[in-house]
Antibody, heavy 124, light 107 residues
Framework: QVQLVQSGAEVKKPGASVKVSCKAS????????LHWVRQAPGQGLEWMGI????????TYAQKFQGRVTMTRDTSTSTAYLELSSLISDDTAVYYC?????????????????WGQGTLVTVSS | DMQMTQSPSSLSASVGDRVTISCRAS??????LAWYQQRPGKVPKLLIY???TLQSGVPSRFSGRGSGTDFTLTISGLQPEDVATYYC?????????FGQGTKVEIK
């Protein structure tokens, strides 16, 4: 079955960087867009950006421009989110999520499935 | 950036009630709208896409309507397992903005 498995929880100091991984299985990794979404404690969902695993093209939310990098390794079917210059407000659960239809279908339909989430805590 | 505004922010209803959540886009997004359910402590789950199409496996008591800027999610016959926060999301282009969420509780 289609599955996205993320790396474990992280604790970082302000000013540091964090890199979260998202390993895909059960489908052809390069066929589907992947997104990153975060959720601060008790808050709503915030879209961070998208990567096309076929070629690596990215689009980032304006809020994170200059601080976020999304990459992928097609040999291991793994996507990565790196966020730098961390502040306490970056404390959140970070999710990867796949678009359910292949890129080549030109059909968009939200996100399904989602990874299990990775808690990143920024604290001095 | 475009805004997605949900109302109400929370509601309390009895088991079996019909519940409706609204989502308004600040610009025309045609039918590029999805609804998600996030149960407490769980990962968001896609319920509806294309404003009206039920994702496979989602109970038929969930339904979506609307196009352009005004959308609704209806639960016809609220069940205890529907206690969750519901989010709308636009996906016509970047940014893939979410609404702020509507928390649904049982009275």
């Amino acid at each position: 079955q289609v599955q996205l498995v993320q790396s474990g929880a992280e604790v970082k100091k302000p000013g540091a960087s964090v890199k979260v991984s998202c390993k895909a299985s059960g489908y052809t990794f390069t066929d589907h867009y992947l997104h990153w979404v975060r959720q601060a404690p008790g808050q709503g969902l915030e879209w961070m950006g998208i990567i096309n695993p076929n070629g690596g093209k990215t689009t980032y939310a304006q809020k994170f421009q200059g601080r976020v990098t999304m990459t992928r390794d097609t040999s291991t079917s793994t996507a990565y989110l790196e966020l730098s210059s961390l502040i306490s407000d970056d404390t959140a659960v970070y999710y990867c999520a796949r678009e359910p239809h292949p890129v080549t279908s030109f059909v968009r339909a939200g996100f399904d499935p989602w990874g299990q989430g990775t808690l990143v805590t920024v604290s001095s | 950036d475009m805004q997605m505004t949900q109302s109400p922010s929370s509601l309390s209803a009895s088991v079996g009630d019909r519940v409706t959540i609204s989502c308004r886009a600040s610009q025309d997004i045609k039918n590029y709208l999805a609804w998600y359910q996030q149960r407490p402590g769980k990962v968001p789950k896609l319920l509806i896409y294309g404003a009206t199409t039920l994702q496979s496996g989602v109970p038929s008591r969930f339904s979506g309507r609307g196009s352009g800027t005004d959308f609704t999610l209806t639960i016809s016959g609220l069940q205890p397992e529907d206690v969750a926060t519901y989010y709308c999301q636009k996906y016509n282009n970047a940014p893939w903005t979410f609404g702020q969420g509507t928390k649904v509780e049982i009275k």
